[in-house]
């Protein structure tokens, strides 16, 4: 995998897994000094594994955007549910299981704007559209697909009638069909 | 000495007259690479004016014509993608074959814009009331601006540009300046595909070029991505200047996993979706419940993901 973008946000991503470790969260892989091919000074973080990771901690609460993933571990579905229904964010979310009646609860229940099962990115095709809820999109279309061609027209409408000779007259009511 | 990069304004390169600059990086070695040209609020105008100015000769283009130019974008694109794809590695970081899906993912959306004349079919309704007939049909908005992350530096910019163009605006991005590289080169694809000078522009920049989108009276809508926080100031800022936005910001995906679930498959699909691009994607958090009321499986312990973790570290 390649490095982080800049060396702020190596910085940063460091710094979450600090934070992590001193939250007492078990951190099972630490990519904080990654042994790495690159010549010169490149921006890498290695993949980090964090477990026992409660909903205090940052590593859990933020968008810490770097490779970090934070295992929290539950007893029951509602309590995934309620997880994810209750995190400010609402992008994308996945179910892992065989249970087709589990994953079809999953779809219907939870807060989220795309999602995935036994599939762990789910990005729509472009056909149909991307987008979150919540705190993960601001306005009324998502991107691309069928809202996109929306968001990037505007509606008219048009109504016409050719006059016959025959016609004539004033009326100043509001219009009525007939 | 590093190149310097600028905009991109009706057709060719836009100097802009700011004066301000920042570097431009490679992240895999460090290395300053660019430098880029920051636009000024007189560069926002003059970017601006020059998509006004194409819109009337774009909008009343014929379908058929705009869509062999996108057919054409598309071939052209589809044949070099992978100029494309080592723009975003040297400038983002990710590796080749993930920069080359992105570019591979925002073709898809080239591809449906190719279909804009069946997209664009409006509705008709005769004799709706004696002699009066109703039809709807959808128009252009105008001048529109992209404003896209770093993540991503080809495929969000085509989540928006293909549909806005197709649909007959005229387009303004400011890609993140930390990976302005891809939006100059599809600008030039664009060109070579037989755009009309003007129809598709690259504004570079900070928060200047941000506001002056934001804040411009001839620019009719707003994409965003980004983070949260400013997603918030972006739909904020651009709602209150009369403009339709869009403003996806920030997330952390959560990944459930249910004890009847096939563990190693979801172990590789989390270290997939957790460390490809760097984690720049698709932030995630693993739930592993021990109990589902449907199934009678034991409990999980998550002991495949940690171990292929492991596994990813030792080959990192």
Redesign the interface.
């Known amino acids: 995998m390649g490095p982080l973008v800049t060396a702020q946000a190596q910085e940063r991503v460091s710094g979450y897994i600090d934070a992590g470790e001193a939250a007492g969260a078990t951190l099972v892989v630490d990519g904080r000094e990654p042994k790495v091919d690159a010549d010169g000074e490149g921006f890498f973080v290695g993949p980090t594994l964090f477990d026992h990771v409660t909903t205090d901690m940052s590593i859990y609460t933020d968008e810490i955007f770097g490779p970090v993933l934070s295992v929290v571990r539950l007893d029951t579905y509602e309590e995934g549910v309620r997880l994810i229904n209750d995190n400010p964010y609402g992008n994308g979310t996945a179910i892992f299981t065989n249970d087709g009646g589990a994953a079809r609860q999953f779809q219907n229940e939870v807060k989220v704007g795309m999602i995935g099962i036994n599939v762990p990115v789910p990005v729509p095709m472009a056909y149909y559209s991307f987008g979150g809820w919540k705190n993960s999109l601001f306005g009324d279309t998502h991107a691309h697909g069928v809202e996109g061609l929306h968001f990037f027209t505007r509606g008219k409408v048009i109504t016409s009638r050719w006059l016959d000779p025959s016609h004539g007259g004033l009326n100043l009511g509001f219009p009525q069909n007939a | 000495m590093a190149t310097t990069l600028h905009h991109w304004k009706s057709g060719e390169i836009f100097e802009g007259n700011s004066g301000r600059f920042s570097d431009v990086?490679?992240?895999?070695?460090?290395?300053i690479t660019a430098q880029l040209a920051l636009a000024s609020e007189d560069d926002v105008n003059e970017v601006v004016a020059a998509a006004l100015a194409t819109f009337p000769r774009w909008r009343d283009t014929s379908l058929t014509k705009r869509t062999q130019i996108l057919f054409a974008f598309r071939e052209l694109l589809n044949a070099r993608k992978k100029e494309l794809a080592a723009i975003i590695?040297s400038e983002?970081?990710?590796?080749l074959s993930?920069a080359f899906g992105e570019v591979s993912?925002g073709q898809?959306?080239v591809?449906?814009a190719c279909g804009i004349p069946h997209?664009?079919k409006g509705g008709f309704t005769e004799n709706?009331?004696?002699?009066?007939?109703?039809?709807?049909?959808?128009?252009?908005?105008g001048v529109?601006g992209i404003i896209s992350p770093?993540?991503f530096p080809a495929m969000v910019p085509m989540?928006?540009f293909p549909?806005?163009i197709a649909?007959g605006?005229t387009v303004v991005l400011k890609p993140s300046e930390?990976?302005p590289t891809a939006a100059l080169w599809v600008a030039e694809l664009w060109k070579e595909a037989g755009l009309p000078d003007g129809v598709f522009n690259v504004l570079n920049g900070d928060k200047v070029a941000v506001d002056g989108l934001l804040m411009h009276p001839d620019v009719q809508?707003i994409?965003f991505?980004g983070?949260?926080p400013i997603?918030?100031y972006?739909?904020?800022t651009g709602t209150t200047h009369g403009k339709?936005?869009?403003?996806?910001?920030?997330?952390?995906?959560?990944?459930?996993?249910?004890p009847?679930?096939?563990l190693d498959?979801?172990a590789d699909?989390?270290?997939?979706?957790?460390?490809?691009?760097?984690?720049?994607?698709?932030?995630?958090?693993?739930?592993?419940?021990?109990?589902?009321?449907?199934?009678s499986s034991g409990p999980s312990d998550?002991g495949p993901?940690?171990a292929l973790?492991?596994a990813?570290?030792g080959h990192?």
């Not at chain 2, 990086?25 to 290395?31: D, K, L, R, V």
């Open positions: 990086t490679n992240p895999a070695t460090g290395e590695t983002h970081g990710k590796v993930d993912r898809e959306v591809e449906f997209l664009l709706a009331s004696t002699k009066v007939d109703v039809h709807s049909t959808r128009q252009p908005l529109v770093f993540n989540w928006f549909i806005a649909a605006n930390k990976v809508s994409s991505v983070s949260t997603a918030r972006v739909y904020e339709r936005v869009q403003a996806l910001g920030g997330a952390k995906n959560h990944m459930l996993v249910l009847d679930a096939d498959l979801a699909q989390a270290v997939n979706a957790g460390y490809g691009s760097a984690g720049e994607r698709w932030p995630s958090a693993i739930s592993a419940t021990s109990w589902w009321p449907r199934s998550c993901v940690t973790g492991a990813t570290w990192s």
